[in-house]
């Protein structure tokens, strides 16, 4: 009996402890009831939150697809009209908290906010969470939310007309994301909303605001760490701080004074053996999830995070040449192979966590290991770099600065360092962020596109325009990220140097546009070749099912104003078309049109990144223009708005993979090279072949090699005379252990200049669990196999060389059971075009 009696107390106890720790925080989602109008109407309409205003026009019927064929041009009025949101709420759940705070992580842009009929926020960067106390403003019964959105135009020319010089574009005022404007890639929708979350939040005493983990040593037995609390106290208090593992063990505490108000506190903590995060096809990505709490007399406060042991260095040593710029992951030079990533969509709160998650698979399954935030969109969501840490994929964060000037006075300055302190601060602690940039091309631009004198300006404006440019991303950026997140390099700008000095070839990082812009041959980048490769690009056509979901049929033709409207750049269909008659015959039909352009596209962008990857160590990183799509759109990009991969996709994620054959021709010489991305020697074979194009080997040969780590060397050298070079092709294989760990095809000529034969594509389809196996044989060469069907999935391969006596395997997985499968397919090749 006695020791029931203990045991009952001991339990009656347990319940009071915890008791007296109420709920110090609650969190009221405001996602209800929300309304809108435009300024100049009486009637309200059904809005959603998070969202804008031309996804609540949508969704109410009051305007068409904006991406359709072209609406884009009638929807401008969109943007030139003031709207209102509106909701009320009750919250009496919250009135028993000493604070009530109301959030708003995301307002698009110029925004009045009032509360029961008070000001309480004038915003003004799309950027920055805004947070108010309403403690002393909320009623017991019913609040009224009222919000009222200005268009950003006319505010720019307001603030345009207060300066004696013009900016470059008047967009450089307004903090939002700058590709709402347009770009040559993308519509202009200058959109007006709650474009991120608004919740209520209540809290009691004491609040962790940020939590920042400093990695002060990472060894083999023990990761020494520290945790700083950024805690918000309503009194000066006694307080424990405590680390605690995903198996709720106390990893460290220790007990503190709290101070009234914001302070940070310090807590060291260890972790014993740790295990290493790793970049894709390096390693695993292992994560560290860990409670971080504060516990006062009778209130507790705790978070979350997911980190990540390891470290990133930015290298630059000086060489002969001039400075290196490559990164160190966990004390190893790594070669970067990637792409720029834009934002998802024009309308941010449409894309979900499944695109998100596809997006990011595509990038990995090309065997990705950095994307580069671009500095004209916006900086993610917290999704997109939780899968990068998943995924093993660096990224390359620009703030949000592209291709403009900017304003120097006081609030522009204080509302760009609002923005980087609580953007730096949300992602510091992801192992995936590997460097912060100022901005996109801010610096070339000013040095190489003749702002000064298209613009006229003065000695004296020169000196202004320039001197708020060094304010912001010499002094204010750099300044935010030493003090917020020290661990981290910080790079002014994107690039060093512009693409048309030679100087850009020896150090920093390079966007080289002499291909396409300056309408250069392809080959040109194989001489072209500086430290990082952080931008290049070329256009290819989405897939003809994106172009149906925007276009009516008799739109699909390449004079046709809606489809001009979903080509951007004010020269691409001509560009498209003059590198398209330099490498390949141009197709008739606007099919075959759509399928050669993917193959000019792929075609360059491989040619760049083989070159890329065959001058390592000289240069340490590709990064090619761009991953995806905002919209439906003839474009950079590698991936469409769907999803969708293009060749180049295809191409890349061989040109990415972890051992690549790649070739330079000189003097009648073929230079076999091998790059290897492992981290370890290796010994393999090479399986070296001159083949017609009717399958007859003209020579061959093997070869054992030796391959070094972290290597690119010529490891062959061939005479290549004594055959037709319009009907033969040279061929490789690297292989170990009975696997084929990389292969390539060389042609001697452009693809217009060979002499094609007609192949016979033979295909047996076998029904899987999940999908399908296409294995394929051919007679003949195939040249560029591209495997379609009307209804989405996923070929594992796609627009392949197949060469006769060969036999390929492609699996294609349904996104549903299509029983016509067999009859819908279709296979073609190069020669169907001619």
């Not at 590709?179 to 929708?189: I, Q, R, S």
């Not at 990893?251 to 014993?272: D, Q, R």
């Not at 040593?317 to 990637?338: E, I, T, W």
Request: hydrophobic share 35%.
């Amino acid at each position: 009996m006695q020791e029931f009696l203990k045991f009952l107390y001991l339990v009656i106890f347990a319940f009071i402890l915890v008791s007296c720790h109420k709920d110090n925080t609650h969190k009221l989602e405001l996602t209800e009831n929300w309304q809108f109008k435009q300024h100049s109407s009486k009637t309200w309409l059904p809005a959603k939150v998070p969202g804008c205003v031309h996804t609540d026009l949508l969704d109410n019927e009051i305007i068409d697809d904006p991406f359709f064929a072209d609406n884009e041009q009638k929807l401008q009025w969109i943007g030139k009209s003031d709207w209102e949101y509106k909701t009320s709420f009750y919250a009496q759940e919250l009135l028993d908290f000493d604070r009530i705070g109301l959030v708003f992580k995301g307002l698009d842009t110029y925004a009045d906010v009032y509360l029961n009929d008070s000001l309480i926020l004038k915003a003004d960067n799309i950027f920055r969470e805004w947070v108010i106390d309403i403690r002393d403003l909320i009623n017991p019964e019913r609040n009224d939310l009222y919000i009222c959105f200005y268009y950003p135009e006319r505010i720019e020319k307001d603030k345009a007309a207060q300066l004696n010089y013009r900016l470059p574009d008047e967009r450089g005022f307004t903090r939002k994301a700058p590709y709402h404007y347009g770009w040559d890639w993308g519509p202009k929708f200058v959109t007006a909303g709650i474009c991120r979350p608004v919740y209520l939040r209540g809290w009691n005493k004491v609040r962790i605001e940020n939590i920042q983990i400093i990695q002060n040593e990472l060894k083999g037995d023990t990761a020494k760490l520290t945790a700083v609390f950024e805690i918000e106290s309503a009194q000066d208090q006694k307080a424990g701080l405590s680390v605690i593992s995903a198996d709720n063990k106390t990893v460290a505490k220790s007990k503190i004074l709290l101070f009234e108000g914001i302070k940070t506190y310090s807590l060291n903590f260890s972790i014993p053996q740790p295990k290493l995060w790793w970049l894709n096809g390096l390693g695993d990505q292992h994560l560290y999830e860990l409670g971080f709490e504060v516990e006062t007399k009778n209130v507790r406060d705790k978070v979350s995070e997911k980190i990540g042991l390891r470290t990133v260095e930015l290298i630059q040593d000086s060489d002969s040449v001039g400075s290196s710029f490559y990164f160190k992951v966990n004390g190893q030079a790594v070669f970067m192979k990637g792409a720029n990533y834009i934002p998802q969509d024009n309308f941010l709160t449409r894309v979900t966590d499944e695109k998100y998650q596809q997006t990011i698979q595509s990038a990995v399954d090309a065997n990705m290991n950095m994307l580069r935030v671009w500095g004209g969109g916006i900086y993610e969501k917290d999704i997109f770099y939780d899968l990068c840490d998943e995924n093993g994929i660096l990224v390359w964060q620009d703030f949000m600065f592209a291709c403009n000037m900017y304003p120097g006075d006081e609030p522009f300055i204080e509302n760009v360092e609002q923005e980087a302190i609580q953007n730096v601060k949300r992602l510091r602690n992801h192992p995936c962020i590997a460097i912060w940039c100022g901005n996109n091309e801010v610096d070339e631009g000013w040095v190489n596109w003749g702002w000064q004198k298209s613009l006229s300006y003065s000695d004296r404006d020169s000196i202004e325009v320039r001197s708020n440019y060094l304010k912001v991303f010499e002094d204010l950026l750099p300044d935010v990220v030493g003090e917020f997140d020290p661990q981290r390099a910080y790079w002014p700008s994107s690039p060093k140097t512009g693409w048309g000095h030679k100087e850009a070839l020896y150090s920093g990082d390079m966007h080289y546009w002499g291909v396409w812009w300056g309408e250069e041959p392809f080959e040109v980048y194989e001489q072209k070749v500086g430290r990082f490769m952080s931008e290049y690009g070329f256009q290819g056509f989405p897939d003809l099912r994106t172009l149906d979901s925007c276009l009516l049929p008799g739109d699909l033709i390449l004079s046709s104003p809606a489809l001009l409207n979903h080509q951007k750049h004010p020269r691409g269909m001509v560009l498209i078309q003059k590198y398209m008659e330099r490498e390949y015959n141009v197709p008739d039909s606007f099919e075959d049109y759509i399928y050669v352009s993917q193959l000019v596209q792929a075609y360059g962008i491989k040619t760049a990144i083989e070159a890329h990857r065959r001058a390592k160590p000289y240069c340490m990183g590709t990064l090619y223009w761009q991953l995806n799509d905002c919209w439906p759109v003839i474009s950079w990009s590698s991936v469409d708005y769907y999803n969708r991969w293009k060749a180049l996709h295809y191409f890349v994620k061989k040109a990415y993979r972890e051992f690549l054959i790649s070739y330079e021709e000189k003097n009648d010489s073929l230079y076999v090279f091998i790059v290897s991305d492992k981290q370890q020697s290796i010994n393999a074979e090479l399986d070296l072949r001159i083949v017609s194009f009717d399958g007859e080997e003209s020579w061959s040969e093997k070869q054992v090699v030796d391959i070094a780590a972290n290597s690119s060397s010529i490891h062959f050298v061939k005479e290549v005379t004594g055959f037709s070079n319009s009907d033969h092709l040279f061929s490789v294989r690297l292989i170990s252990n009975e696997k084929v760990l990389a292969s390539n095809i060389y042609y001697f000529l452009p693809v217009k200049d060979l002499q094609l034969p007609e192949p016979n594509i033979q295909k047996e389809i076998v029904k899987t669990e999940k999908g399908y196996r296409i294995i394929l044989k051919t007679d003949k060469l195939a040249k560029n196999v591209f495997l379609s069907i009307d209804g989405d999935g996923f070929f594992s391969d796609n627009y392949f060389d197949l060469l006769p006596g060969e036999e390929k395997r492609i699996t294609y997985i349904p996104e549903r059971v299509d029983v016509s499968f067999e009859r819908e397919l279709k296979v073609i090749s190069v020669f169907d075009t001619l």
